[in-house]
């Protein structure tokens, strides 16, 4: 069982920068995938980006590449997403999520943290 719950969200204007922070437990976050999603209400969850154990290249969906940037912290088992130069269309909620298997499902959830972004 793993325990993920996410902060950090928040209202902030085009150009600005968040952190959001997924704070895990039950298992140390270097024996776990963690990634970062995000929905707008009434459409799919998106995938926005991921780490995998043992690896050191974090995934990332096109549209957030160069702008984000996650990370994982061992000592504090968290996983972070920094996000730069935020546009209107980063608005959404962001869900963080672990897997215990790689091409596994993602299926440890926490509650989302909600960042909107005004033009």
Same mark, same amino acid.
């Given at each position: ?7 950090? @969200?928040?209202?902030? =204007?085009?150009?600005?920068?968040? +952190?959001?922070?997924? &704070? ?5 976050? /270097? *024996?776990?995938?963690? @990634?970062?999603?995000? =929905?707008?209400?009434?459409?799919? +969850?998106?995938?926005? &980006? ?5 690896? /050191? *290249? ?16 061992? &000592? ?44």
């Amino acid at each position: 069982q793993v325990n993920v719950v996410e902060s950090g @969200g928040g209202l902030v =204007q085009a150009g600005d920068s968040l +952190r959001l922070t997924c &704070a895990t437990s039950g298992r140390a976050v /270097s *024996s776990i995938d963690v @990634g970062w999603f995000r =929905q707008v209400r009434g459409t799919g +969850r998106e995938h926005v &980006a991921s780490i995998r154990k043992g690896e /050191s *290249s974090p995934h990332y969906d096109d549209s957030v590449k160069g702008r984000f940037t996650i990370s994982r912290d061992n &000592a504090l088992n968290t996983v972070n997403l920094q996000m730069n130069s935020l546009k209107p269309e980063d608005t959404a909620t962001y869900y963080c999520a672990a897997r215990l298997e790689t091409l596994g499902t993602f299926n440890f959830w926490g509650q989302g943290t909600q960042v909107t972004v005004s033009s």
